[in-house]
């Protein structure tokens, strides 16, 4: 007899349906499973027989065959042990062919019959249903977590005898409706989030910072050690637009890749990797999204930034431009999402001190050199705002901070307005001006003939090249946005030109 039931993995950001096939023949018992899987996937046996017969249900004492279709496919993971669970009572005729037709099952069995969750939920709730599969089962703890997938009806499960039963009809399976407000997770504490009024002076690097996160552009922060680059960046958190529903899905549905438990993230994510990370965990492996997809709709911080080495850096690259990684190895290859924005921050020099009127610098010319080398052109001509940021006056350090968040509510007040005229101006919620190709700013920008004056004798002085030309005008959009204008102006033009000067930032 064969039996068929079906499953999915996920795959990157997306997945494969499974069909899990299973024979049974006389001979010596014994249990084996085909298919290319991985050590978890041969490990199934011990959990499936156990856990099998803890829940009072036959094991078949006979040759029991298990193909993982297609078999090319390398499969790694515990998803397909509630299916070959199934299979296994299919074949022993404790379930008819009949009780799981148009079926889709998942989920990690214990040794006692009970489900554990399992990552990727959402990716697999959207390949059943794309695939037009009516019921998914699924470890009920992943519940909340697929119910933000609509258009299937989704059973959440404790345990194989409870499913049992309810394939058989004789004790239905009954879910409460999955709450995702209650069951949410933020990535920033509210009690630990700091407001541009807490900040004293710096008006340039906040101004930057509030352009920065309207068109989400890249923000690059340099100045001496304790001039407040860092708690800047944390601002950016307090600042950022609620995540649209798209958004909410498709951050909740890396995140369930890297953690399986039942979880919807509600706020957009600020990623802060340790300059010791490796490159796997920056960029991603396999089924596991690194770091900068990690960041999707939210912030990538990079403290420090020359501290990395450079072949983290210069991974960047591709994502920064084209806002997807794609991780390639010989027999496998998955292609992750990764629109984030880059906050990075850096010292003018080892020491720190370059240009700081207070310290005197004790780093050599070479050092200084070899310290800033560090950031290669191409690197840097991604960045589209470079902000110097100088030390408070110690003087004014025990000032009072206010107790009101005019500052900052005026701030966001003015981001959401630009935003808002983004999505009107581009007919969409996922484009920003940041994001614009080339093509895209010369066919929907507006610049006025002084405007572009001024860009055609600033980038002949500062020989931008044309990636950074560019940039200019999306910077200078963003600006003529939070000032509602329809036309970008010469001054525009001219604010962008000041964050886009690097010399004026970077020996």
């Keep these: 007899m064969i039996s068929r039931i079906y499953s999915i993995v996920p795959s990157g950001f997306t997945g494969h349906i499974i069909e899990v096939e299973g024979d049974s023949n006389r001979g010596l018992p014994a249990f084996n499973i085909v298919g290319m899987g991985s050590k978890s996937i041969n490990e199934a046996k011990d959990r499936v ?20 279709a297609p078999a090319n496919l390398p499969k790694e993971g515990t998803f397909l042990d509630l299916p070959i669970a199934i299979s296994v009572l299919t ?24 489900l554990r969750p399992i990552p990727g939920i959402i990716n697999i709730a959207e390949i059943a249903k794309a695939h ?54 933020t990535e920033v504490n509210p009690q630990n989030q700091v407001y541009l009024d807490h900040i004293l002076g710096q008006s340039t690097a906040k101004r930057a910072l509030e352009i920065a ?61 340790h300059h010791t990370s490796t490159l796997p965990a920056l960029i991603g492996s396999n089924n596991h999204p690194g770091e900068i997809s990690l960041a999707h709709h939210g912030i990538l911080f990079l403290d420090e930034l020359p501290e990395y080495p450079r072949q983290l850096l210069e991974a960047l690259r591709q994502p920064l431009e084209d806002r997807e990684v794609t991780i390639s190895r010989a027999n496998h290859k998955v292609t992750f999402p990764a629109d984030f924005m880059l906050i990075a921050t850096m010292n003018p020099c080892p020491c720190g001190y370059l240009g700081d009127p207070t310290h005197e610098c004790i780093c050599t010319v070479a050092q200084i050199e070899r310290y800033q080398k560090k950031l290669s052109g191409p690197l840097l001509d991604r960045i589209d705002l470079y902000i110097p940021v100088q030390k408070v006056n110690n003087d004014d350090l025990l000032k009072n901070a206010t107790n009101t968040t005019s500052e900052h509510a005026q701030a966001k007040f003015r981001i959401k307005k630009a935003i808002t005229r983004q999505k009107a101006r581009y007919n969409s919620t996922d484009i920003y001006n940041a994001s614009l190709s080339s093509h895209q700013v010369v066919k929907l920008l507006d610049l006025s003939i002084k405007a572009k004056n001024i860009l055609k004798s600033a980038s002949d002085k500062l020989n931008l090249s044309a990636r950074s030309y560019f940039k200019v005008i999306k910077v200078a959009r963003t600006i003529a946005d939070l000032d509602s204008s329809d036309t970008i102006t010469e001054s525009h033009i001219s604010e962008a030109l000041t964050y886009r000067h690097k010399s004026n930032n970077l020996v």
């Design 49 to 68: 027989r156990s856990s099998l017969m803890n829940s009072n249900f036959t094991f078949p004492d006979r040759k029991v065959t298990i193909n993982l």
């Design 91 to 114: 074949l022993s005729h404790q379930l008819l062919p009949s009780d799981v037709t148009n079926k889709a099952f998942v989920g990690e069995l214990s040794l006692d019959g009970t």
């Design 132 to 185: 037009g599969f009516t019921e998914l089962y699924l470890p009920i703890n992943n519940l909340s977590q697929a119910s933000l997938i609509s258009g299937i009806n989704l059973i959440g499960v404790h345990n194989l005898t409870e499913l049992f039963l309810h394939l058989k009809d004789q004790k239905p399976i009954i879910n409460d409706t999955p709450n995702v407000v209650k069951n949410t997770k």
């Design 213 to 273: 996160i309207a068109g989400r552009h890249n923000l690059l922060l340099s100045g001496p050690p304790g001039a407040g680059k860092t708690i800047l960046a944390r601002t950016a958190t307090s600042l950022l637009p609620p995540l649209t529903i798209q958004e909410k899905i498709a951050v909740t549905k890396l995140h369930s890749l890297t953690n399986p438990l039942d979880d919807v993230i509600t706020t957009r994510p600020f990623r802060t990797p």
